[in-house]
C-alpha cells in the first residue's frame, strides 16, 4: 500500500475486506497517476463523508472528488432545458405522470388541484401528461427521496436512472467523462445502483479512460444493487487483491474475520499482533448483557439504539413526522448536531444547547460569536453597550443553563424561549404552530422531555451505540455485538449461526437459490394475481388456488434443494407437516419458511461487519433458546472460527 497501486488494465477492480485500508490506496494511487497524466482524475464516494475524508488526504484541484448524486446533478444540469431531454423525460415517466393525473385518491387530487393553481389552468381543462409537458419549460434534481413527476422534479433513484438513458440515448454524452478524465474512481461499488456503473462502463468503452472499482461485497447489506452488472465484473474486470493486510484490527479478530470471509482469497494478514481473544457470551436475555466502558454497542433497529440512550420516544415522534414524504429520516435528524440540520426544532435543541455548553465552561467569546451567526437570536439581547446589559445576558444564559438541567418538557421549554426572548419570539411561534399542524407528531411530542434531546446530544458528541448496518468504514476500540432477528428488515441471524454452526453455509450457493426464488415469487405472483406471502393468503384463496400455489411450493423446494443443508434447516419439517396435511395453515408456514432465506446473506454479512469494527475486543452475544437445537455444533465451529465461549450461567470461560 506504501506505494499505491498500479493501473494497467482498463477495467479494475479492487474488493478489498474491512480494515485493508482502502482510502488510503485511492490516495496514493490518485498521486502517483496524477505525476503521469495529462488529464484530471475523478473520484466518486458514496458519502459526503468519504468525499471530505478523501479530498483531505488528495488536495489537489486536478481531481474531482464529489458523490455520485452532486456529480451526475452537476454533468445533467445544463440538459435539462433540451427539448430532446425533456421529451426522453416524459417519454420515460407518462405512465407515472399519468396515474396521478387520474388518482382518485385524496393526496394526489389536492396535488393536481394544487398544480392547476399554480400553472393557472382553468378547471374546464382536463389535466393530463400533454398538458403538464406544455407546462414543463426545464426538469430538475428535487434532492429528495420522492421524485415531484408532475413539476418535472427527479429523486435520487429517478436522477441516477434517468442519467442513464440520457447517456445511452445520446452516447456522444459520454465525451464530457472520456475527453476530461484519464481515470475514474467509483469507491462503494458494491452500494452503488447498476444504473451508474452501466453509465461509466458504456461511457470509457473502446476510449483510453479507465475505470477502477473500489469497495468490499461484504459490506452490501440489505440491496443487491451491482447485481445486474455482476456478470460484466465477473468476465470483464481485472480483479487486484494487492490490499492484504489489516490495519485496523489484532491478530485474533483478524483471524475471525478471515474465517468468516466468503473467498479465501480476500485473507488478510494482520499488522497488530496479539490482543484479546474474541468472545461469544451464551445469554438467556440481552436486557442481562454487562456494558462495557467505552464499548460501541452494536444493535439491528434504530429503535433499540435510540432505546438504549433514553431517546426513544424523540425517536418515534420524529419517525411519525418523516415517514411520508422526506429524503431525510428520523435517525439522520437525530444523529446530526450541527447547525446545517434541516429540522428547525432542532436547530433551536442545538443552538441552546451549544449556548449552555459554552456558558458552563466560560467560553463567552465562542458563545457571543455562536449568538451573532444565528439568524433567529435576538438582535436586542445582543446590543451590550455597558456593564447592566451585560450582567441582563449573563443571568438569562445562566437561567437557561439551571433550566435544561432540570426535567423539562420540550412544549414548556418552547414556552419558556418565547418568554425569555432569547430567540425571535416570532420564529418560536411559528415553530409552536408548525408542530400543532402535524396532529400525531404533536400528540408523540406532548410526553417528551428535553432529556431525550440531550441524551442524542451526548451521544453524537461520543458515540456508545450504533445500529449493525450503519457502521461500514468506522473502527473502534471495543465492540459488543448483540444477535437478535428482524423482519423488518428481513434478518435470520439465527438460521445464519445455524447452518455455520453445520457446515452447510455456502454464500455463492445461498445468493443463487436467493435469486432463484425471487424470480419464481414473482412469476407465480404475476399468474395468481396477487402478491405470494403468507399475510396475503386465506382459505378461498388456497381452496381456488391450490393446484397452482403447491406447484409453486414444489418448484421452490427444488431449488432449495441445491443446498441440502438449508433445506433441512429451513423446511423440511414444515413441508412434511404439509404433506400429511396440506391446509392453509400447513402452507403458510412453508411460505413463511421460504421468505427466510432472502434473510440469510443481509445476517451473514451484518455478523462480519459487525466483528470487523472491533480494533482491540470484540464481545458477541447470543441467546440461549436460539440456538438450543444446534447447541453443540454451535459451540465447536465458533471455537474453530477463532472465539471463546463465555456461558452466562457459570460465568466461567471456556475455551474449546
Not at 430538475?140 to 415531484?148: D, G, P
Not at 440512550?309 to 448536531?337: N, V, W
Not at 424470480?519 to 381452496?543: A, P, R, T
Not at 451484518?606 to 441467546?623: I, P, Q, W
Request: glycine fraction near 4%; charge should be neutral.
Amino acid at each position: 500500500m506504501a506505494s499505491g497501486i498500479s493501473f494497467e488494465n482498463s477495467l479494475t477492480i479492487v474488493n478489498a475486506p474491512a480494515g485493508s485500508g482502502k482510502t488510503t490506496a485511492i490516495s496514493k494511487s490518485i498521486r502517483n497517476l496524477l505525476e503521469t497524466t495529462g488529464k484530471r482524475i475523478l473520484c466518486i464516494t458514496y458519502t459526503n463523508r468519504a468525499t471530505e475524508q478523501l479530498a483531505l488526504k488528495i488536495d489537489d484541484d486536478r481531481v474531482d472528488i464529489s458523490t455520485i448524486h452532486s456529480f451526475i446533478a452537476d454533468v445533467m444540469r445544463p440538459f435539462f432545458r433540451k427539448k430532446e431531454i425533456l421529451k426522453l423525460y416524459f417519454d420515460l415517466f407518462q405512465e407515472k405522470i399519468n396515474q396521478i393525473c387520474c388518482s382518485t385518491e385524496a393526496i394526489d387530487l389536492e396535488r393536481i388541484a394544487k398544480y392547476r393553481s399554480r400553472k393557472e389552468i382553468s378547471s374546464e381543462t382536463k389535466i393530463d401528461c400533454g398538458i403538464i409537458a406544455n407546462n414543463t419549460s426545464e426538469i430538475f434534481y428535487n434532492e429528495a427521496q420522492f421524485s415531484s413527476y408532475i413539476y418535472g422534479g427527479l429523486s435520487h433513484d429517478d436522477l441516477l436512472y434517468f442519467a442513464k438513458e440520457v447517456f445511452s440515448k445520446h452516447s456522444k454524452l459520454n465525451m464530457i467523462f472520456t475527453h476530461k478524465y484519464s481515470h475514474i474512481f467509483i469507491d462503494e461499488y458494491q452500494d452503488t445502483k447498476s444504473e451508474i456503473l452501466i453509465l461509466f462502463y458504456n461511457a470509457i468503452s473502446k476510449t483510453s479512460t479507465k475505470l477502477i472499482l473500489l469497495g468490499d461485497e461484504m459490506q452490501q447489506i440489505y440491496n443487491e444493487r451491482g447485481e445486474e452488472f455482476q456478470t460484466t465484473i465477473e468476465n470483464e474486470f481485472y480483479k487486484d487483491t494487492s490490499l492484504k493486510k489489516n490495519w485496523r484490527s489484532t491478530e485474533y479478530i483478524v483471524t475471525v474475520l478471515n474465517n468468516l470471509y466468503f473467498d479465501s482469497k480476500y485473507k488478510q494478514f494482520h499488522v497488530h499482533e496479539g490482543g484479546q481473544i474474541p468472545k461469544i457470551h451464551i445469554v438467556n436475555s440481552m436486557n442481562n448483557v454487562e456494558v462495557f466502558d467505552g464499548a460501541l454497542q452494536l444493535v439491528l433497529y434504530n429503535s433499540e439504539m435510540f432505546d438504549f440512550i433514553g431517546s426513544g420516544g424523540l425517536f418515534r415522534a420524529f419517525s411519525e413526522k418523516y415517514k411520508i414524504f422526506d429524503k431525510y429520516s428520523a435517525k439522520q435528524i437525530l444523529t446530526d448536531m450541527t447547525m446545517d440540520n434541516p429540522d428547525e426544532l432542532m436547530i433551536i435543541l442545538i443552538f441552546i444547547t451549544d449556548l449552555v455548553e459554552l456558558f458552563d465552561q466560560n467560553k463567552f467569546g465562542e458563545l457571543i460569536k455562536k449568538m451573532i451567526e444565528f439568524k433567529h437570536a435576538n438582535d436586542e439581547i445582543l446590543r451590550v453597550k455597558k456593564h447592566t446589559d451585560k450582567v441582563k445576558l449573563h443571568k438569562q444564559l445562566q437561567e437557561l443553563s439551571i433550566t435544561l438541567k432540570n426535567d423539562i418538557s420540550m412544549f414548556d421549554l418552547l414556552e419558556y424561549l418565547r418568554e425569555t426572548r432569547i430567540i425571535k419570539e416570532i420564529h418560536i411561534e411559528e415553530l409552536i404552530r408548525n408542530i400543532y399542524e402535524n396532529e400525531k407528531f404533536k400528540e408523540l411530542m406532548i410526553s417528551i422531555d428535553y432529556v431525550q434531546f440531550k441524551n442524542c446530544y451526548i451521544e453524537c458528541k461520543k458515540p456508545s451505540i450504533s445500529t449493525q448496518h450503519a457502521v461500514k468504514g468506522e473502527g473502534h476500540d471495543a465492540v459488543q455485538l448483540k444477535i437478535t432477528d428482524g423482519s423488518n428488515p428481513n434478518i435470520q441471524m439465527y438460521l445464519f449461526l445455524e447452518l455455520w454452526s453445520r457446515n452447510s453455509f455456502d454464500y455463492k450457493n445461498i445468493k443463487i437459490i436467493q435469486n432463484e426464488l425471487k424470480v419464481l415469487k414473482g412469476e407465480y405472483s404475476n399468474i395468481l394475481g396477487f402478491y405470494l406471502s403468507s399475510s396475503n393468503l386465506n382459505k378461498d384463496l388456497f381452496d381456488s388456488h391450490s393446484t397452482k400455489l403447491i406447484a409453486f411450493l414444489n418448484k421452490s423446494l427444488n431449488v432449495l434443494r441445491y443446498s441440502q443443508g438449508l433445506y433441512d434447516c429451513l423446511i423440511a419439517k414444515e413441508y412434511e407437516i404439509f404433506s400429511k396435511k396440506p391446509n392453509i395453515t400447513n402452507y403458510r408456514r412453508c411460505i413463511s419458511a421460504l421468505n427466510k432465506v432472502e434473510g440469510i446473506i443481509p445476517a451473514y454479512k451484518l455478523f462480519y461487519v459487525g466483528c470487523s469494527r472491533a480494533k482491540e475486543n470484540l464481545d458477541v452475544y447470543v441467546l440461549s433458546d436460539k440456538i438450543s437445537g444446534f447447541r453443540g455444533p454451535f459451540i465447536e465451529q465458533m471455537n474453530k472460527t477463532g472465539f471463546l465461549l463465555r456461558i452466562k450461567a457459570t460465568t466461567v470461560l471456556i475455551l474449546l
